[in-house]
């Protein structure tokens, strides 16, 4: 019987490493330029050596398994405001799903009942399984662009309803 709170958590891998198509920030703190390539970055040196001997400098294609069987398992877009304290508040765009608290906390509103106070941004994330690195362990790609979450939603959606299940399928990031 499952620990509630404990053990009846969804599934779930290591993370491992980001890719991101934008240069890293500005030494102002200015959002990097645009890259014609993915930017690869992880805090563990074998993964870094993995991905550098799979992918040249300037990797445009990457081979890569979602891990999760839905659409919602691998992949979130929101409307959210960071701060130097972090995350500020999370929306779908109209309505605050999650929202920082004064003494740092978070609550997560009913639904439909906190309108979004504004200044917020896209943000995409989307979980992938890199096979050239070796790992039962996701790598996350992160986008602002909402022309990429728009696209990639629509396409993993697509995917999603001809095959049911997401997992075990070869997919290119471009």
């Known amino acids: ?19 991101r198509k934008g240069a890293p920030k500005t030494e102002q703190g200015h959002v990097g330029k645009d890259l014609t390539y ?19 400098g300037e990797p445009r294609l990457i081979n890569v398994f979602l891990p999760f069987r839905s659409v ?13 304290g972090g995350l500020k508040h999370r929306c779908d765009g109209e309505y605050v799903v999650r929202m920082q608290n004064d003494d740092g906390t978070y609550t ?49 959606r697509g995917l999603y309803q001809i095959k049911q299940d997401l997992r075990g399928i070869p997919l290119q990031l471009r």
């Open 1 to 19: 019987m499952p620990m509630k709170g404990l053990t009846n958590q969804a599934p779930q891998f290591p993370l491992i490493g980001e890719l």
């Open 38 to 56: 993915f930017r690869f970055t992880s805090d563990i040196e074998e993964v870094v050596g993995a991905f550098e001997a799979a992918y040249d």
């Open 72 to 84: 919602d398992e691998n992949w979130e877009a929101w409307q959210e405001e960071w701060v130097a």
């Open 108 to 156: 997560d509103p009913e639904p439909g009942t906190v309108k979004c106070p504004g200044g917020c941004k896209p943000s995409g994330r989307l979980k992938v399984v890199i096979p050239e690195l070796r790992r039962l362990a996701y790598v996350m790609v992160l986008t602002t662009s909402k022309w990429d979450i728009h696209n990639l939603d629509g396409q993993l």
